[in-house]
């Protein structure tokens, strides 16, 4: 169920919400069987016994922690609905990324109730990645489920090992303490961001030193404590999970007091820098410009401009920056933007996808990551 009516109706239809390779497959087997869609949010909550919470978590835009810690009203506004819609017990499992101990305060809302009602809230965080979402949940490589140590908590946790037992083999079901299960989760991330971190900065010395950080990487990737896997430079790290959830684990270490600890996690925003700088910053996207908006609406009148076609975006500009890995980036008609484009022109590949050689022949001052630029002058 989701409050979102559009969604709900996108999700019977061959026309999912979501793109996941494989997805469209799962729905189709066990729509209308045992997979039901609903807006009827009171009465799907009343006949649950287990309610799996995945409403989103983004990051706040107001307020006290705004531009770090994650917005929290979608959640708390679910557990006061499960409060009013339930007439039984539930277990109430949180999927949502959130910070360590929100449990405590859902479990505040939930046995509020005057109902004589008990929740019994797990965590059960999610760990599948974007564009592999289906093979991770068929082949996890863990399901992480943290419950209170008591007869209850115990006993729901044991409701919860019993379905994902149905496919995962048991010794990869782990169970721990709630507040663990919670921190897990970000420290996940945080640990998979500084990989990608970790790879970044070897790339500065690489374009110091005119060695090559895909050589570099593939050298330490095939080291079997290290692993290939999350070690390609890059600017930054994509996606948006990683961004809100080190913002979220950063902001926790801030309320603790643990300042170096923050700073140590805390991440570096391309676009606001570039504004701090006095650019103007032409941002394109074929799918995410309604986020880039949201996300830069504070910037300073006239300093960002929003444009979806690329071509249009590069016109009179000083210098292209690449920071997403779309297919489209690949095969642009670079010449054309060449010209169009003030000089001397710069283009810096920040996920290193393009053909620099031949970028280079056009015209440009290429600067890929990790590697040495080729330049004209
Ligand atoms: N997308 C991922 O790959 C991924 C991976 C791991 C964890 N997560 C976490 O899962 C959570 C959800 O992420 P998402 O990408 O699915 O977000 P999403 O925004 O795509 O989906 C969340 C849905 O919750 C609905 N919703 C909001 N409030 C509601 C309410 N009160 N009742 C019913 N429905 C409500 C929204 O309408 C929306 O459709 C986040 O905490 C995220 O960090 C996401």
Redesign the pocket.
């Known amino acids: ?4 009516g559009e ?1 709900i109706q996108a999700w019977q239809t061959d026309s999912l919400p ?1 793109y996941e390779p494989g997805l469209l497959e799962v729905v189709k087997q066990a729509r209308g069987r045992n997979l039901f869609f609903s807006t009827d ?1 009171a009465a799907a909550i009343d006949r649950a016994e287990v309610i799996f919470v ?4 983004p990051t706040k835009t107001f307020g006290e922690g705004a531009g770090k810690a994650p917005d929290l009203q ?1 959640w708390e ?2 557990a006061r ?1 499960i409060v009013e819609a339930s007439r039984g017990n539930k277990i109430v499992v949180e ?4 910070p360590v101990r929100t449990a405590h305060a859902m479990e505040r809302i939930l046995n509020s109730n005057r109902k004589g009602l008990r929740f019994e809230v797990l965590s059960n ?6 564009g592999t ?1 289906i093979r991770d949940l068929e082949h996890p490589d863990r399901v992480l489920i943290g419950s209170h140590e008591t007869p209850d908590g115990v006993a729901a946790r044991d409701v919860l090992i019993e379905i994902y037992a149905h496919w995962v083999p048991r010794e990869q079901i782990v169970t721990s303490d709630i507040w663990s299960a919670e921190l897990s ?1 970000l420290a996940s991330n945080a640990f998979l961001a500084q990989r990608i971190s970790s790879i970044n900065s070897i790339s500065a010395l690489c374009e110091r030193t005119a060695a090559d950080v895909v050589e570099v990487t593939r050298a330490i990737g095939l080291d079997g404590r290290i692993g290939k896997r999350f070690l390609e430079a890059s600017v930054g790290f994509g996606g ?2 990683f961004k ?2 080190i913002l979220s684990l950063v902001y926790i270490c801030e309320s603790y007091g643990l300042d170096e600890v923050a700073r140590y996690w805390a991440a570096l925003l391309v676009a606001r820098k570039l504004i701090e700088e006095r650019a103007v910053v032409v941002v394109t996207d074929p799918k995410a410009l309604a986020n880039a908006r949201a996300d830069l609406r504070d910037a300073p009148e006239g300093r960002v401009v929003f444009e979806k076609d690329p071509y249009l975006a590069a016109r009179g500009s000083h210098a292209l920056a690449v920071l997403t890995e779309w297919d489209l980036y690949r095969s642009l008609d670079y010449r054309a933007m060449f010209d169009s484009m003030e000089k001397p022109a710069f283009v810096f590949d920040g996920r290193n996808i393009l053909d620099h050689e031949a970028l280079h022949a056009i015209g440009f001052n290429v600067f890929p990551i990790g590697k040495p630029p080729l330049k004209h002058f």
Not at 54 to 57: A, G, I, L, R, Y
């Open positions: 169920m989701d409050v979102n969604r979501i949010i995945s409403v989103n978590t979608y506004k679910t609905t999927k949502s990324t959130l965080p999610e760990f599948l990645s974007e979402a989760k948006s999970c809100k959830d």
